[in-house]
Structures are given as structure tokens and as C-alpha cells.
């Protein structure tokens, strides 16, 4: 078969394709969930609070959320792979850097150039979608998703006890090597994309952009330590508006916009994109929960060491990696708004428990957090994986690659927002604590259980309302049955 022609697929070379792409999130979640562990511990070598310590995520994010748009949308203009191994290169550099970085402020700026890499995925996700036929496409995704649990499973472990006996900075010298041989097999193995749309780059847009995203994810990281009611936190927001309001008004007008607002104000587009982006908050949230809840001492935690907290946090991801292969190969019949719902009410129901016993659960009922957490993840799963179906089956081909960018920002929009705010409870709710060891005048201040208490809760109402926008979705797949969008915009269906 022509692998040129939009119409016929080559599975020989789509499947080839499909170990790399779906080894991608494997490296990335082998990078980033090592991070995850030893936060606490870059708090104490730099000296710093909570607050700050966010950062290392959020600059990763902040870059992220600009580059994933403008980066989809070049990839559908000059072509995929280009675009996915130029962005493959800024995350590689950067993974390499992050271990050497001599101080927090170069340990963001690394952090940085890793966040330009954060397009590789709406990249990858508009490569599967063009080169495997319609009803395969939710299998792929779900091993897409599974190696997502996959890299938990190693890294989370790996990463507690590498920091733990090497020191955090070892979590990126041995997460280098694999993402330069990624690089290589991409570079290989990959062809260019089959859509191409030639045009002039609107760079006008990816001004506005950025003026639109970063004051306002500024704002909202420097808020938990300046204020949110502080002089510069409002300037900050304020410009982020202005820079909306001419973003949406240049976006209407241009002829070839960055973010194509009829694509990501459709339907489907707009609530996968609101969906994706409060679920990624809700997450984030939590995930900075469970490192301190774990490590903080009794009683306003379990006391673990970073290897044990790794450990204890691996029974949610291997569910995660059983779940997701299942429900991509359940899909097709199933349909993904009942999965995706009874994912939402999934994580909503054990975030709900975990915020009615937060305060009861250390130190004696570690196994009942671990189960809690484990069930969230599940749910959590189900949902985003549903969701993701959702778009790529809405959205023409040819434009998949600004889709899934858009999608991507709005993630990272809401990925940005979650460590904020849960810094900013765990700095409003705390306990003075003395470090054993340090000197008698030494306090740090912990999270108290009712910070879990309140993040967990306000992660639970969150996902019960994005169960509620679930039952709005235009079902894509249902009976064996597939309906998509073509290249011409027009819906379609095939059947499996």
C-alpha cells in the first residue's frame, strides 16, 4: 500500500512507528516521575520552601504551554517528524543539562529548554493518528497510555532510590542516555507526515500567545509566595487578559491562524480541551500531595523514606498500565463517553474518601491510602484516555497536529495551575517542624492534614464536574462503529 495516499496505510511501517512513539512516553515518565520523589529533597539542598520547590515543575510547564501550540501548528505546516525531532532535541539538551545545574535558578533555566521539548507529544499523537486505520487507533492509544503506567512503574521506584543512595541530580544523568538513543530511533525509524499544509507562520499569533499564557502561569506560580491579591499578581493577570482579548480578535482575522478557534471552539474540541485541562489541575494537585503525605513526619504523614514513597506509589501504576490496553481494545463497542464518565466519577469517588479521612489516615492506615490512590489513578486513566479518542476522531487530519498543540496547552494550562494552588494550601495550612539534626533555631514549614484534606476535596469536586461535561460529548465510537472527521472536515464512518 501507498503510504502517501491519505486513503490506504502501511501497517509494516505503522507499526514500526508505533514502538517508537509509544516508548516516548516512557522516557518522558521515566524522566518525570523521578522528579516527583525527590522534590523534598531539592527543597533541602537549595534551601528553599514549597513554593519555590513548584517551580521545578511549573517552569517545565510554563515553557511547555507556549511550544506545544506553536510547534503543532509548524508541524502541520512544514511536517511532523521536522517538528518532532527539533522538539525530541530541546528535550534531550535539556534532560542532559537539568543534572549539572550548579544552582536553583540554572536548574529552572534547564528546566526550561526541557519544556520546549514538551510538543514531541501532540506531535506523536497526530503521527498515530495518520498512519493506522480508524478502528486500531484506540488500541494504539491505549498502549500509549499503558506505557504511561509502564514508566511509573520503573521510575518511581528507580527514581526514590537513586535519590535516595546518588542524590536527585543522578535521576537525569541516567535518564540522559535513553533520550538520545530516542532521538536516533525517531530519526530512523520515522517518516514525514502524509498532511502537510503550507502557509505563512503567524507570528503575530505566537506573540499574542505568549503574552496571553505566560504572565497569567507567572501569576499564578509567584502568587502562593507574593500574594494573589499583590500589585505585581494582578498586573500580571491584567496583561494576560489584554493579551487574550488581541489574540482571540487577531485569531478571527488572520488567514493562517496559530490556534484555529473554529477547530478548538467545536463541540467535542472545546469540552476534551476544558476536560483535559481540569483534570491535568486536579492531578497535579494530587501528585504534590502524595510526595509530602508520604515523607512528612507522623502524624502529618506516613514518615516514609524517598525509596519507600517510590515504592508505594507503583500499585497505582500497574493497575494503570492493566487498565489502559483494555479499555482502547473495549472502546469501539463500548463507546468513549461511558468510559470516560465512569472514569471521572471513578477518581471523583476516591478523592471524595480521601478528603473525608485525610486527617485519620497517617500513620496507621498506609495500605488504605496506597488503595485510594491507586483507584483515582484508575479512574483518572479511563477518563484521559477516552478523551484523547475524542479529539483525534473530531478533527480533520490535516489539522491534527494544532489540535492535539491546543489540547496540549490547555493540559499544561491546568498542569501549571495545580502545583500553585497546592502550594499555596500547603503553605496556608502547616506546622513549624525541626529538621532532626539541624540546629535548635532550625524550623521548615510541613503541610498539616488539613491541607491534604482541602486539596483532595476541592481535586474530588473537580472531577465530578468534568463527569457532568462528559455527558455533553458527541459519541465518535460506539457498536464497532467509528465516526470521524475527514480531510475535508466532513464526518465519516467506518466500521471495525
Not at 69 to 77: E, V
Amino acid at each position: 500500500m501507498n503510504p502517501s495516499t491519505g486513503g490506504n496505510y502501511d501497517l509494516k511501517y505503522a507499526k514500526r512507528a508505533m514502538m517508537v512513539v509509544v516508548f516516548l512516553p516512557l522516557l518522558v515518565m521515566y524522566t518525570e516521575a523521578m522528579l516527583t520523589p525527590a522534590l523534598p529533597t531539592i527543597q533541602r539542598e537549595f534551601a528553599i520552601n514549597p513554593n519555590d520547590v513548584s517551580w521545578v515543575l511549573t517552569i517545565y510547564l510554563l515553557v511547555g504551554t507556549v511550544s506545544v501550540a506553536l510547534l503543532g501548528k509548524l508541524g502541520d505546516m512544514y511536517g511532523k517528524k521536522r517538528m518532532f525531532l527539533i522538539a525530541l532535541t530541546f528535550y534531550t539538551v535539556g534532560v542532559v543539562l537539568n543534572g549539572f545545574a550548579p544552582s536553583f535558578r540554572w536548574l529552572l533555566v534547564t528546566r526550561a529548554i526541557q519544556g520546549f521539548g514538551m510538543a514531541i507529544f501532540p506531535l506523536a499523537f497526530a503521527l498515530v493518528r495518520e498512519e493506522f486505520p480508524p478502528e486500531m487507533v484506540p488500541q494504539v492509544q491505549g498502549m500509549i497510555s499503558a506505557m504511561f503506567a509502564v514508566g511509573m512503574v520503573i521510575a518511581l521506584p528507580l527514581g526514590a532510590w537513586v535519590t535516595q543512595n546518588w542524590g536527585w541530580r543522578w535521576t537525569y544523568h541516567s535518564a540522559a542516555p535513553f533520550a538520545i538513543v530516542m532521538f536516533f530511533l525517531a530519526w530512523k525509524v520515522l517518516r514525514e507526515s502524509r498532511y502537510i499544509n503550507p502557509g505563512k507562520v503567524d507570528w503575530v499569533g505566537a506573540v499574542l500567545l505568549t503574552i496571553a499564557v505566560v504572565p497569567a502561569l507567572v501569576a499564578v506560580t509567584r502568587a502562593p509566595n507574593v500574594g494573589w491579591t499583590a500589585k505585581e499578581t494582578l498586573a500580571l493577570f491584567v496583561v494576560a487578559l489584554f493579551g487574550t482579548v488581541l489574540l482571540v480578535f487577531w485569531e478571527r482575522n488572520v488567514e493562517n491562524p496559530i490556534i484555529p478557534l473554529d477547530i478548538i471552539t467545536a463541540k467535542n474540541p472545546a469540552i476534551v480541551n476544558l476536560g483535559i485541562m481540569f483534570a491535568a489541575f486536579g492531578i497535579s494537585m494530587m501528585s504534590q500531595a502524595n510526595a509530602y503525605i508520604f515523607q512528612m513526619p507522623s502524624p502529618y504523614g506516613f514518615g516514609k523514606t524517598v525509596l519507600a514513597s517510590g515504592l508505594l506509589m507503583t500499585p497505582m501504576a500497574l493497575v494503570m498500565l492493566v487498565v489502559a490496553p483494555i479499555a482502547g481494545k473495549v472502546m469501539p463497542k463500548v463507546g468513549t463517553k461511558p468510559i470516560a464518565l465512569g472514569g471521572a466519577l471513578t477518581a471523583s469517588a476516591g478523592l471524595g474518601i480521601l478528603s473525608a479521612y485525610a486527617p485519620k489516615l497517617p500513620p496507621e492506615h498506609l495500605w488504605a491510602f496506597v488503595g485510594l490512590i491507586t483507584l483515582v489513578g484508575t479512574g483518572i486513566t479511563l477518563m484521559n484516555i477516552s478523551l484523547i479518542n475524542v479529539l483525534v476522531f473530531s478533527v480533520p487530519p490535516r489539522v491534527m497536529g494544532v489540535a492535539t498543540g491546543a489540547n496540549s496547552l490547555f493540559r499544561n494550562f491546568g498542569s501549571t495551575w495545580g502545583p500553585a494552588i497546592a502550594g499555596t494550601i500547603m503553605s496556608t495550612y502547616y506546622v513549624l517542624f525541626h529538621p532532626p539534626g539541624a540546629p535548635l533555631w532550625v524550623k521548615i514549614k510541613i503541610p498539616s492534614t488539613e491541607a491534604y484534606e482541602v486539596l483532595f476535596g476541592m481535586a474530588a469536586l473537580i472531577y465530578l464536574f468534568l463527569a457532568l461535561t462528559i455527558l455533553k460529548i458527541d459519541e465518535v465510537m460506539k457498536g464497532g462503529r467509528i465516526r470521524e472527521v475527514n480531510e475535508y472536515g466532513k464526518a465519516d464512518t467506518s466500521s471495525s
